[in-house]
């Protein structure tokens, strides 16, 4: 036989075998029994040994049918086992799982969230890259992204995984004592400010509402970074005036280690959304949406 031949007629002989009957072999395949029985020659033909011996009141095994029985047994289970396991996939969430996300993301969302996967889904492997540049991740083998609601790319499945984001201006009170507390847009070019630059190498455009328009200010200072744990920290170190997510500095603010200001003007972002190429997602990238979305 080779590889190309049809399995079901190994099928058929293993009932035959078993049943130790033509007709009871056909009315467990439901099946005629002559075709049955055409099946079984042609199987003897193609192989070229006799595998059963026929009389008028049994039907009994050959030396070389017992031998290809027993192959033929292990096969289909083997097979059978094979297809046990990947039931098992289907049932039980595990693989790997790749996801692409800020620093600032993995921080303040995905570990504390997906923490539980440690005992709920021990047999799920967690790749949590961390990038402040925009990936492809089709290209870069990822299984899902995390960005800024208006950053996702069009096609992409998109779920929700934190409210808006509320931007704070602060600085340190030693700061304000020596340049005064801004009272609106204008006077920020009197303070050194703390910029992020996006991986192509611009900076962001701090985005304020003035009068119910959103306007945007290039900041001016010494010191620029590409990430805004390093804002935060630049800031508390009394460098300048840095704008970034409120959740990064709420502890500094109740301490009283930075000073909010014009909060009036602040933005906010569109918030973080998870996104992934297709909704035909494994288990595994299933348990990390249902875990994560809001």
């Known amino acids: 036989m080779t590889n190309r031949e049809n399995y079901n007629d190994l099928h058929v002989f293993m009932l035959v075998a078993q049943e130790g009957s033509f007709t009871r072999a056909a009315a467990r395949l439901r099946l005629a029994q002559s075709g049955i029985s055409r099946t079984i020659r042609e199987l003897e033909a193609r192989i070229g040994v006799q595998l059963l011996v026929r009389t008028t009141r049994r ?18 289970q083997s097979l059978d086992a094979g297809l046990a396991t990947l039931a098992h996939y289907r049932d039980t969430p595990s693989g790997t799982v790749r996801i692409n996300a800020s620093q600032h993301a993995i921080d303040q969302v995905l570990l504390p969230k997906l923490a539980v996967f440690r005992q709920r889904y021990p047999e799920i492997r967690l790749e949590l890259i961390s990038e402040n540049r925009f990936v492809d991740i089709i290209e870069e083998r990822f299984d899902v992204g995390v960005r800024l609601g208006d950053e996702v790319d069009e096609g992409m499945v998109a779920v929700r995984i934190t409210p808006d984001i509320e931007m704070v201006m602060v600085a340190t009170p030693e700061h304000f004592l020596q340049y005064g507390f801004p009272q609106n847009i204008v006077d920020l070019a009197a303070h050194p400010c703390i910029a992020y630059q996006f991986a192509d190498g611009s900076l962001y455009q701090w985005e304020l509402w003035q009068e119910g328009k959103l306007i945007k200010h290039q900041p001016e200072g010494q010191w620029v970074f590409s990430d805004s744990y390093m804002e935060a920290a630049a800031a508390k170190m009394g460098l300048g005036l840095a704008y970034v997510p409120e959740e990064l500095v709420v502890t500094d603010l109740e301490h009283g280690k930075l000073i909010r200001v014009m909060q009036k003007f602040s933005h906010r972002l569109d918030g973080l959304y998870l996104y992934y190429p297709h909704r035909n997602v494994s288990p595994a990238l299933r348990a990390v949406i249902d875990i994560l979305k809001l």
Not at 65 to 74: I, K, N, W
């Open 59 to 76: 039907l009994s095994l050959t030396q070389a049918g017992e031998q290809l029985y027993r192959t033929a047994l292990s096969g289909f």
